[in-house]
């Protein structure tokens, strides 16, 4: 079963930038697509970002010029660059790997941003 670790969450102002990375233990390149999601206390998990293994990139509407989401087929890392960060991104960030046969895909355990001056 593949492991996916997040990395790279913490306390930044707003304005501030940070980058999430997520390592695979296995070829990122099996998944069918991959993607970024978070959740908010009280609120639902919701999408943040996606790429396929063709490259076709998806973005919520709400971090759609602030975030970027990237891949490292040798290091099998996916990254979240975010920036203009602000109090409504604070949430935990959580990585998702799906395959082709799968329909809810791997998670990771989540790391925590918190966006406060």
């Known amino acids: 079963q593949v492991q996916l670790v997040e990395s790279g969450g913490?306390?930044?102002?707003?304005?501030g930038s940070l980058r999430l990375s997520c390592?695979?233990?296995r070829s990122i390149l099996t998944f069918a697509v991959m993607?970024?999601?978070?959740?908010?206390?009280g609120k639902q998990r919701e999408l943040v970002a996606s790429i396929t293994v063709g490259g076709n990139i998806n973005y919520a509407g709400?971090?759609?010029?602030r975030f970027?989401?990237?891949?490292?087929n040798?290091?099998?890392t996916?990254?979240?660059q975010m920036n203009s960060l602000k109090a409504e991104d604070t949430a935990v960030y959580y990585c998702n790997g799906r395959t082709f046969s799968q329909t809810s895909g791997s998670w990771g355990q989540g790391t925590q941003v918190t966006v406060s001056s």
């Open 74 to 76: 040798v290091k099998n």
């Open 35 to 41: 993607g970024w999601y978070r959740q908010a206390p």
């Open 10 to 15: 913490g306390l930044v102002q707003p304005g």
């Open 62 to 65: 709400s971090v759609s010029g």
């Open 23 to 25: 390592a695979a233990s």
């Open 68 to 72: 970027a989401i990237s891949r490292d």
């Open 78 to 80: 996916l990254y979240l």
